[in-house]
């Protein structure tokens, strides 16, 4: 099947600095993605969605780059804050269901 | 307007005992979705419903069942569980189940079956 996969389990920064957050998806054909956030013991929550037509998109602290030739997308938060720590999860609705296919994650540590 | 709920929050379950979890939406959304999460192997989808009456198998759906009798309510029953379902459950719904539908997950049940 089609994979979603985040190239660093962890990833540990110093409150302020900028943050990169890098997931590869395997179906060329994947046209949105989405990024989650999901803090301890809560479910997953919204963050940003890009569209195959589009290379970037920016939300408040956030962007998410999409390189469709290598198919690879990040997600770049700026001025990290502690309430940034949580587990970040790319996903890709693809294979026609546009039923979300989530990656395993990334932890995001932020230390003050 | 709670969202998404989820009941019970956690539960220690003697295998082959049967199980139903709980989730409901108030969000008139169509679509609702059952996830499981496992350390190291991130959200696996059991079992989807894209409208009230009719559902669909996800990645794992074996050792589950779902019913969608109504558009609020979409619960989980394992009918003998056993260890390997031990595990976090998390309900979500979207408006709908085309791209673009943004999903929106309850707050999860820890399962522990023993």
């Known amino acids: 099947g089609e994979s979603v996969g985040l190239h660093l389990p962890t990833l540990s920064v110093q409150e302020g600095d900028n943050s990169i957050i890098n997931c590869a998806y395997s179906?060329?054909?994947?046209?949105?993605f989405i990024w989650y956030k999901q803090e301890s013991g809560k479910g997953p929550q919204f963050i940003i969605d890009i569209r195959s037509n589009m290379d970037k998109r920016q939300g408040q602290r956030v962007t998410v780059l999409l390189n469709k030739t290598v198919k690879h997308l990040s997600l770049q938060i700026a001025a990290t804050q502690p309430g940034d720590s949580a587990v970040y999860f790319c996903?890709?609705?693809?294979?026609?269901?546009?039923?979300?296919?989530f990656g395993r994650g990334t932890s995001l540590i932020v230390h003050p | 307007i709670a969202g998404i709920t989820q009941a019970p929050t956690s539960q220690i379950l003697a295998a082959g005992r049967r199980m139903t979890l709980r989730c409901t939406q108030d969000m008139r959304h169509n679509a609702m979705y059952w996830y499981r999460q496992d350390l190291g192997l991130g959200l696996r989808l059991i079992h989807y419903s894209n409208t009230a009456g009719t559902t669909g198998k996800g990645e794992v759906p074996d050792g589950y069942s779902v019913s969608r009798a109504n558009t609020d309510d979409f619960p989980l029953t394992l009918a003998s569980a056993v260890p390997s379902q031990t595990s976090v459950y998390f309900c979500?719904?979207?408006?709908?189940?085309?791209?673009?539908?943004?999903?929106?997950f309850g707050p999860g049940t820890r399962l522990t079956v023993l």
């Open positions: 979500a719904s979207s408006e709908n189940s085309g791209a673009g539908d943004t999903q929106y």
């Open positions: 996903a890709d609705p693809s294979g026609g269901s546009y039923i979300p296919t």
């Open positions: 179906n060329s054909a994947s046209d949105y």
